[in-house]
C-alpha cells in the first residue's frame, strides 16, 4: 500500500500538494534540499531555534526507524506534523527553508559547513560524456 501525503493550504484547508515520499513533511528544501528531521533540527539550533526536545527525539528516532526498515516506510509511518503535535513555528521555519530567500541560502551555507562538504567539492573529478535515449525510443 502505497501511502500519499498531502500538503493543506493553512487558511482555506483545501490540498494544494500530493506527495508519494516516506519522510514527507520533512523532505527537501533550499538550495542544497536539506531533508530529515535530523538535518532540519540542527539547521534551527544553528539558527538559534528552539525545538522541543521531545518533539526532536520523537521525529529523529521514528525517521530512523523507518529508514532502517523499508518494507515500513509508507504503511507503519509517523512522521506526520498532526500525529507529532508540531509547533505551528516550526512549520513554518521548516516552509521557510525554501520560500524565504534568507533561509534558502543560509540553510545551504549551514548544511556545506556542518556536513564539511568542502573536501568533496575540492577533490578532482573525472567528467565523462554519454548518451541517453529517452524512454528507450531510437
Do not use: K
Amino acid at each position: 500500500m502505497l501511502r500519499q501525503c498531502s500538503e493543506r493550504d493553512p487558511r482555506t484547508r483545501q490540498v494544494i500538494r500530493r506527495y508519494n515520499i516516506w519522510y514527507y513533511p520533512w523532505y527537501g528544501r533550499g538550495l542544497l534540499q536539506l531533508t530529515s528531521p535530523v538535518n532540519y533540527s540542527d539547521y534551527f539550533n544553528f539558527r538559534g531555534r528552539a525545538c522541543p526536545e521531545n518533539i526532536r527525539n520523537t521525529l529523529i528516532n521514528e525517521y530512523h526507524r523507518l529508514y532502517a526498515h523499508r518494507t515500513i516506510r509508507y504503511t507503519d509511518n509517523h512522521l506526520s506534523d498532526t500525529e507529532n503535535h508540531t509547533p505551528e513555528n516550526i512549520i513554518r521555519w521548516r516552509n521557510n527553508v525554501s520560500s524565504d530567500l534568507h533561509e534558502v541560502a543560509s540553510s545551504a551555507g549551514f548544511y556545506w559547513v556542518a556536513r564539511d562538504m568542502a573536501p568533496y567539492a575540492d577533490i578532482e573529478h573525472v567528467l565523462e560524456r554519454c548518451s541517453v535515449t529517452p524512454g528507450g525510443a531510437g
